[in-house]
């Protein structure tokens, strides 16, 4: 039986390295492909919502899109270097939620690149490679480069030096099994684990959200809105408030998160701790 969350500790800040860690991690990600992406050359007023972004081996940001299939690139269509706005956005793991999780801002210069040659040579990666596979050379390939990179979630904005671009070239480690447990869970279950963070039974952070107009959207009392391979972030919803919840996961005996063990190992730590509380 959970909790219902209630106290004014339960919006403790929590571990200021785990956060930086985690805020870090999802600008990793968001910057690696994750999430839409929305360029604005602002200086033309015009804005390109057809691309797909990535970051290359070579650790470089790069866009790519196919004018002339469903649009022209207008402004965007010049030799010239383009002072450009890229606006990355991720929504909830869980669609039905409709939740944004996070954004990524940044103010750079777009090139574009000149032959296929050039393009090879950036060693791409990910849904850019994949458009260059399936398309061929009509796809227009662009590098970004950028002093710094905003990320906008729950907890405010956090600023990162452009040397997170070559970070996210970095492989993570896959959170598929880990989603797929964490989306499988019962909202009964999820709501406990958020109840345990927010009642201080298990370390973590909250934040408090706004609860969407909808009452369709919040009739489950907890909901996964992300993944990552150090951290589960979930909705909380009791009576009229609504928290965001961030859950460290617990690190398994070996150097190597291993996705749904991890999570299997939190709701056991979860129950260890409340059968050593009904014991005290």
Not at 78 to 104: F, Q, W, Y
Not at 206 to 226: I, K, M, Q
């Given at each position: 039986?959970?909790?219902?969350?209630?106290?004014?500790?339960?919006?403790?800040?929590?571990?200021p390295v785990?956060?930086?860690?985690?805020?870090?991690s999802?600008?990793?990600?968001?910057?690696?492909?994750?999430?839409?992406?929305?360029?604005?050359?602002?200086?033309?007023?015009?804005?390109?919502?057809?691309?797909?972004?990535?970051?290359?081996?070579?650790?470089?940001?790069?866009?790519?899109?196919?004018?002339?299939?469903?649009?022209?690139?207008?402004?965007?269509?010049?030799?010239?270097?383009?002072?450009?706005?890229m606006?990355?956005?991720?929504?909830?793991?869980?669609?039905?939620?409709?939740?944004?999780?996070?954004?990524?801002?940044?103010?750079?210069?777009?090139?574009?690149?000149?032959?296929?040659?050039e393009?090879?040579?950036?060693?791409?990666?990910?849904?850019?490679?994949?458009?260059?596979?399936?398309?061929?050379?009509?796809?227009?390939?662009?590098?970004?480069?950028?002093?710094r990179?905003?990320?906008?979630?729950?907890?405010?904005?956090?600023?990162?030096?452009?040397?997170?671009?070559?970070?996210?070239?970095?492989?993570?480690?896959?959170?598929?099994?880990?989603?797929?447990?964490?989306?499988?869970?019962?909202?009964?279950?999820?709501?406990?684990?958020?109840?345990?963070?927010?009642?201080?039974?298990?370390?973590?952070?909250?934040?408090?959200?706004?609860?969407?107009?909808?009452?369709?959207?919040?009739?489950?009392?907890?909901?996964?809105?992300?993944?990552?391979?150090g951290?589960v972030?979930?909705?909380?919803?009791?009576?009229?408030?609504?928290?965001?919840?961030?859950?460290?996961?617990p690190?398994?005996?070996?150097?190597?998160?291993?996705?749904?063990?991890a999570?299997d190992?939190?709701?056991?730590?979860?129950?260890?701790?409340?059968?050593?509380?009904?014991?005290?």
């Amino acid at each position: 039986m959970h909790s219902m969350p209630h106290t004014a500790l339960a919006l403790a800040p929590g571990d200021p390295v785990l956060r930086s860690a985690h805020a870090r991690s999802l600008t990793r990600r968001m910057l690696a492909g994750e999430g839409s992406v929305e360029l604005t050359a602002y200086r033309a007023g015009e804005t390109l919502s057809s691309a797909v972004h990535g970051v290359s081996r070579s650790g470089q940001l790069v866009v790519a899109d196919v004018p002339n299939l469903f649009h022209s690139l207008g402004a965007f269509h010049t030799p010239e270097d383009i002072e450009v706005r890229m606006d990355v956005l991720r929504d909830s793991a869980d669609h039905a939620l409709g939740l944004r999780l996070a954004s990524v801002h940044l103010l750079g210069t777009l090139r574009w690149c000149r032959d296929t040659q050039e393009v090879a040579a950036l060693g791409l990666t990910g849904r850019v490679a994949g458009l260059v596979q399936d398309v061929g050379p009509r796809v227009r390939v662009g590098v970004i480069t950028t002093d710094r990179v905003l990320l906008h979630d729950c907890a405010g904005v956090t600023a990162h030096e452009a040397d997170i671009v070559a970070e996210a070239a970095i492989p993570a480690p896959s959170t598929d099994a880990l989603a797929e447990a964490v989306l499988a869970a019962p909202a009964e279950v999820l709501a406990g684990v958020a109840d345990a963070v927010l009642d201080g039974v298990l370390p973590g952070w909250a934040e408090d959200l706004g609860v969407p107009d909808s009452a369709d959207l919040t009739v489950d009392p907890a909901h996964c809105v992300d993944v990552d391979h150090g951290c589960v972030t979930l909705a909380r919803f009791a009576g009229e408030r609504g928290w965001i919840v961030q859950v460290p996961l617990p690190a398994p005996a070996g150097a190597v998160r291993d996705g749904a063990g991890a999570w299997d190992r939190l709701l056991e730590e979860l129950a260890a701790r409340r059968v050593a509380a009904l014991e005290a």
